[in-house]
């Protein structure tokens, strides 16, 4: 049997308008005990999701646990992205028991769900293995989440994935928004978000920009 390709996306792939961005509890007192992955790195992941996110015009829903009484504020990365956005703050460990963010996830009605947050072990895994039961598609930004230990991380994810749920990173989420250099509409705001955020994949844009005025596609 012959099987002829195609230049089309596979359906897999996400787009910008066809997913749920929902980014729980990127809080200074859950970061405090996150050593699956640093501080500086964590808050930077966040920053690059929560940007390319509001770039894109993803549908986002962002919420936290005892914002005031205390976990503490979201990232300022975050706020930064969505000025004035609704933050929902929750008492659930779970994010998929709160009715106000329930209510948030219909509003917006779309089936699939993409989620980073803090700690993988309880408020990634909560949401994402309640939506997989309830029919809905689930993505995880691996390292745009943390938990206590590499090991809980770890096993959070193995316990997700078995589940059905799709990993992915934060530099692969920007990227696949973009997915096309030839859309040039957002060339550079995807590269600003990467030269903002993306570590040494952003230094090499600045230096191949700076000193060849190199631009990807050409």
């Not at 808050?43 to 015009?57: M, Q, T």
């Not at 219909?106 to 895994?125: D, F």
Request: charged share 20%; hydrophobic share 45%; proline share 3%.
């Amino acid at each position: 049997m012959t099987i002829t390709a195609k230049a089309t996306p596979g359906a897999l792939l996400l787009t910008p308008r066809d997913h749920t961005l929902i980014m729980i509890d990127h809080q200074s007192q859950m970061a405090f005990a996150t050593h699956s992955i640093d501080a500086v790195t964590l808050r930077s992941n966040a920053a690059l999701v929560a940007h390319a996110a509001a770039g894109f015009d993803v549908s986002t829903i962002i919420t936290s646990v005892a914002e005031k009484s205390f976990s503490g504020p979201v990232f300022d990365e975050i706020k930064e992205a969505f000025p004035g956005a609704e933050i929902t703050d929750r008492t659930s460990m779970n994010t998929w028991e709160d009715e106000n963010v329930i209510r948030r996830v219909n509003a917006i009605g779309k089936k699939r769900i993409v989620l980073a947050g803090l700690w993988t072990g309880v408020c990634i895994v909560g949401p994402a293995l309640s939506a997989l039961d309830q029919g809905f598609e689930v993505y995880v930004i691996a390292d745009a989440c943390g938990d206590v230990s590499s090991e809980a991380h770890e096993r959070a994810m193995d316990r997700m994935v078995q589940a059905g749920a799709r990993p992915m990173t934060s530099l692969q989420y920007l990227l696949e928004l973009q997915r096309d250099w030839a859309r040039t509409d957002t060339y550079e705001l995807t590269t600003g978000i990467a030269k903002k955020f993306g570590g040494a994949y952003g230094l090499g844009i600045i230096y191949a920009q700076t000193m060849f005025h190199a631009k990807e596609g050409q």
